[in-house]
């Protein structure tokens, strides 16, 4: 018996031990991320409709024909203002409403399930919602615009080229916010009281004691925010796909719907993993270092 | 039990839930999940089922439209688990999977069937590729008709027109009167669809498949002509804000009163139907001008994936049911489409649905059966036809047509070059 106690303790202190619990989450990883990525860019390499037996090798071919059509440029500007939204819009927004609901104000659980609520709902439902309400002529902002007396205010939310991303962004505005307000609202009841205390006794304004010690105490949760807000205008797909299929004509186009009108529309998937393998260096090349100053900042927060 | 037991246990389970999922139902895949169209594919299966009790298939709705469902085909030839039959669109999209060598070919079938027979001469081109069927024609709806709301027209003393300088006189008649005259809806289809009446008009049915095979150039004087006559008479009567709004929310707007015509594809009579607006009573239809004694269609049919040879026999006897006037019937009548094999009784139709069906026997008379350019053309060409024609309804500028002319030009050399194109 001493003998199975000794050679159970030398196992579980060995390196096949560690290699063993190891093993699952690096061949998950290898199989389910590495290899969809060498074989997509495998793919970028070739003209293939999908079904014939043999893709043909083409090179670098289909990273040129991208680089040289103005439509792939479009849907990236897209992408990027959408980056600028995202890390904007819903992140300030749902720091608003944290901040507002931390103050204690009535009915706080009621609010704190509204302004949740919406995030809730599955991205195909947010794009059925918002395409009745954005209905140029009797949808319901529309209406509402018209009946106090704002009707000159009311566009073709999503038939005008230049209005469309605009009224999608209105959209995920009113889904995501949620997310932010309740990252910032756990944030905020998550500061040590003598912090807040302290201030308020120092004579600080509720301006400052925000901006002066409750914003600060507040990066980690921000930079969960950003982080995601980030990632998803990179990947954004689902609600501009479900809203308007990148259109009108181009217009609302980001790179992932371009990617899959490319591949399953026009049956070119050479072309669309050279998209995907471009979206992956782009998104790599906004977002990584990006994380690594906001991980690196908090590493030093925590240190101090 | 030991642990390595339960792990037998749990491989065998595994297997023969496997084998299971090989042995499993027949499915017909398709994409009609909701409304009159889930009520016809529902029909059409119960009556195929009752008429081979032996070889059962069951529905199996692929949600989103065609784009969806060749991707969920695509994985599933991946995974070597296609389904036994399926809804496709006619021409190059059947002719990619019969490319690659994924398709059943249909010829003894068509013959059991009398395909050559029954099929209108225009049908048939589209559902054979190097001269063998590969689809089985079940749901046609015409696409060059306008629509238009009975009251509407009454109060403004108008007669269905029958030239553009009608259409165009009508419009105005329409506007005047503060109705917005004729519907468009957003997207890369329906514009589209309503050029191909100014494009019949101008180059001919001979030069609508030149345009289909790549001889007649998107740059030629022709091509343009019938961009200008688009840009002067229906880019002119579009509602306002057409573009913003789904071809439902249009339909909508007809039957409330506030737009006069609406160009759209047959199915839309079955929407006016169910939104309580009855045919010939409420609304009626016209050819759009130009399009007098042509049938312009879009349709689909179902198509085989190879298989084992239960799978194939099931798939067989299903799509022969689907063939014969009673299978026909059974899913035109719900749906409000016409049934492609011509001894279909024509009194299956109403009003409305009769008109689309004599217009169907006229033209395949005269041999003026036109397929939907879209799906002749190769699937980029034809694509960017679509993205080019909205952009160019909602912005008729001359710099957006020249774009278009470039554009589309450019892309029919470099498919022509890769010898994409076919004669259909």
Request: aromatic letters at 12%; one cysteine or more.
């Amino acid at each position: 018996m001493p003998n199975f106690q000794l050679v159970r303790r030398k196992f579980q202190t060995s390196g096949i031990t560690h290699a063993i619990f190891l093993s699952l989450p690096v061949t998950l990883f290898a199989v389910f991320y590495i290899y969809p990525i060498i074989s997509t860019f495998n793919l970028s390499l070739h003209s293939w409709d999908g079904f014939s037996p043999t893709p043909r090798f083409v090179g670098l071919q289909n990273y040129i024909v991208l680089l040289h059509q103005p439509r792939f440029y479009h849907a990236l500007l897209n992408n990027i203002s959408w980056l600028i939204f995202l890390l904007l819009g819903p992140t300030g927004l749902g720091l608003l409403l944290a901040a507002l609901l931390d103050r204690g104000m009535r009915g706080e659980a009621v609010f704190r399930v509204v302004f949740f609520l919406p995030f809730t709902i599955p991205a195909v439902a947010v794009a059925a919602i918002w395409r009745w309400m954005y209905e140029p002529t009797n949808g319901l902002l529309t209406t509402i615009l018209q009946s106090i007396g704002l009707g000159g205010l009311a566009q073709n939310w999503l038939g005008d080229p230049s209005i469309v991303n605009f009224a999608l962004m209105g959209s995920m505005m009113w889904w995501t916010t949620g997310f932010a307000f309740l990252v910032f609202f756990a944030g905020l009841r998550n500061i040590p009281v003598e912090c807040i205390e302290a201030a308020r006794i120092e004579g600080a304004t509720p301006w400052q004691l925000f901006w002066k010690v409750s914003f600060p105490l507040l990066w980690p949760s921000t930079i969960v925010v950003l982080g995601m807000a980030a990632v998803d205008a990179m990947r954004l797909f689902d609600i501009v796909w479900a809203m308007t299929n990148g259109g009108p004509a181009y217009a609302s186009e980001v790179l992932a719907t371009q990617m899959y009108d490319t591949a399953f529309g026009r049956f070119e998937m050479g072309r669309a993993s050279a998209i995907s393998v471009y979206l992956l260096v782009i998104a790599g090349v906004i977002i990584m270092p990006y994380i690594y100053q906001l991980a690196k900042r908090v590493q030093d927060s925590e240190a101090e | 039990m030991s642990n390595s037991k339960w792990i037998g246990v749990a491989l065998c389970v595994l297997a023969s839930a496997s084998a299971a999922r090989a042995d499993g139902p027949k499915e017909l895949w398709h994409y009609y999940a909701a409304g009159s169209e889930k009520a016809g594919i529902e029909a059409l299966i119960a009556f195929a089922n009752k008429q081979n009790p032996d070889s059962q298939i069951v529905g199996r709705v692929i949600p989103g439209n065609a784009v969806e469902m060749r991707r969920q085909l695509q994985t599933a030839f991946m995974g070597n688990t296609p389904p036994a039959a399926y809804q496709s669109s006619m021409a190059f999209k059947l002719k990619t999977f019969v490319d690659s060598g994924k398709l059943h070919d249909l010829s003894e079938t068509w013959a059991k069937i009398k395909g050559d027979e029954i099929f209108p001469e225009g049908v048939q081109r589209v559902v054979k590729i190097d001269g063998k069927p590969y689809g089985i024609p079940y749901d046609l709806s015409l696409i060059n008709n306008i629509f238009y709301s009975k009251a509407i027209f009454e109060k403004a003393g108008l007669e269905p027109p029958k030239d553009y300088d009608g259409l165009v006189a009508a419009c105005d008649k329409l506007r005047a009167a503060g109705v917005e005259p004729l519907g468009n809806a957003g997207g890369p289809f329906w514009s589209l669809y309503n050029f191909y009446a100014p494009l019949v008009s101008t180059v001919g049915t001979e030069g609508y498949y030149k345009i289909a095979s790549g001889e007649l150039g998107f740059d030629t004087p022709d091509f343009r002509k019938a961009l200008d006559l688009y840009r002067s008479t229906m880019v002119k009567c579009y509602a306002k804000n057409w573009s913003g709004k789904t071809w439902t929310q249009t339909a909508d707007d007809v039957v409330n009163g506030n737009t006069g015509m609406f160009m759209m594809g047959a199915w839309a009579a079955a929407y006016f139907k169910q939104a309580g607006f009855a045919p010939v009573e409420k609304f009626d239809v016209f050819p759009a001008p130009g399009t007098e004694g042509k049938a312009i269609f879009q349709m689909d049919a179902f198509a085989v994936p190879e298989g084992p040879a239960d799978t194939l026999e099931t798939a067989e006897r299903f799509v022969i049911s689907a063939a014969s006037a009673e299978g026909q019937a059974a899913f035109a009548v719900p749906k409000g489409s016409l049934a492609p094999n011509v001894t279909v009784d024509p009194s299956i139709y109403d009003a409305v649905g009769a008109k689309f069906a004599k217009q169907l026997a006229d033209a395949s008379k005269a041999n003026a059966v036109l397929p939907n350019l879209f799906f002749l053309l190769p699937t980029k060409v034809g694509t960017e036809l679509g993205v080019q024609l909205e952009k160019f309804a909602i912005d008729p500028s001359d710099a957006n047509e020249s774009e278009l002319i470039s554009t589309l030009e450019s892309l029919r050399q470099e498919a022509q070059a890769e010898g994409a194109y076919l004669k259909w």
